[in-house]
């Protein structure tokens, strides 16, 4: 497996890209600290002191398992989620409830158009969802605990950075201006990732504009390679995420919600592929559409 080492005067951070399962990070210093533990681990992984997760999306922590008695650390939102049977599964529903809670809400659908939309948006989301869910082995944890938001941790500050998901956490190492931003951040430059219906383009914004803050020197995303930009990536983020929430603001038409939700797809980042547009109308039309027609 390819991987990026990172020395600093904290210590050594090693960086495992994936574009399709998560990146996994290990930060060897104080304690050995295994990030986001993905599916393919190297079957030489050493056995961690703590494992932390960025969210708790399903590909960020098909490994826990792997690890048992290991204590886990994650956002207070994503607690329970990691303590029920199958995370991975409880996951899946979480983004269903969202969708499902956005289309409750369209005041002008009724009837059978509001239950084909409901049984639709289920489908795209386990789409999107299945090749991350019903992995053998992936049970909840025992050992769970919650991270604060300005906490640090052996020399790591956490912060909270809603946006994708509500439990999203980012882990600033400042000895080496290393930023490990899970999945609100992609590699490439276009805006925040906020492909499922529980992502939040508000929160998401002001996230970003925190990361800047810390203007960090190289950013590990939770997909993709490492961002040695990172200053002038943020820029570009925060700027191509406020042009598509302005797009969508222009041509919000409350009276003709089907055409409107046809010109959201059109303001997304190109780059976006169907699934993820498709997936994503939850987070813009919840803000959009509700009691607004």
């Known amino acids: 497996m390819k991987r990026y080492c990172f020395k600093t005067a904290f210590g050594e951070v090693i960086y495992y890209p994936s574009r399709v399962w998560s990146s996994t990070i290990a930060i060897k210093g104080e304690k050995y600290i295994l990030i986001d533990p993905q ?24 490994s826990i398992n792997k690890f048992e008695g ?3 650390y994650a956002h207070p939102e994503g607690l329970e989620i990691l303590l029920s049977p199958f995370p991975d599964r409880a996951s899946t529903k979480r983004e269903i409830a969202s969708a499902i809670n956005v ?6 659908l009724k009837g059978f158009r509001k239950t084909v939309l409901k049984r639709i948006v289920k489908l795209v989301i386990r789409m999107h969802l299945l090749p991350f869910t ?14 604060d938001d300005g906490e640090e941790r ?4 956490v912060f909270y950075i809603p ?5 999203s956490l980012c882990f600033y190492v400042k000895e080496g201006g290393i930023c490990i931003t899970g999945d609100l951040i992609m590699g490439g430059s276009g805006p925040a990732n906020l492909y499922t219906p529980v992502s939040d383009p508000y929160k998401a914004l002001q996230s970003l504009y925190l990361l800047q803050s810390l203007k960090p020197k ?10 040695y930009e990172a200053k002038e990536r943020l820029k570009i983020g925060i700027e191509r995420t406020k042009r598509e929430m302005e797009c969508i603001v222009k041509n919000f038409d ?40």
Not at 134 to 147: A, E, H, L, P
Not at 218 to 227: D, N, R, S, V
Not at 259 to 266: G, K, N, P
């Open 39 to 62: 599916y393919y681990l190297l079957k030489d992984t050493a056995r961690p002191d703590e494992i932390w997760l960025t969210h708790t999306h399903p590909d960020h922590l098909l």
């Open 70 to 72: 290991v204590p886990v």
């Open 103 to 108: 289309v409750e809400n369209f005041k002008s």
């Open 134 to 147: 019903n992995i053998k082995g992936v049970r909840g944890v025992k050992q769970v605990y919650k991270m």
């Open 154 to 157: 052996y020399g790591i500050r």
């Open 163 to 167: 946006g994708h998901t509500p439990d």
């Open 218 to 227: 190289i950013i590990l995303p939770g997909h993709g390679y490492p961002i």
């Open 254 to 293: 409350p009276a003709h919600p089907f055409f409107t939700i046809c010109r959201i797809q059109r303001c997304l980042y190109p780059g976006r592929k169907m699934i993820s547009r498709l997936s994503a109308l939850g987070y813009y039309t919840r803000y959009m559409l509700f009691d607004k027609a």
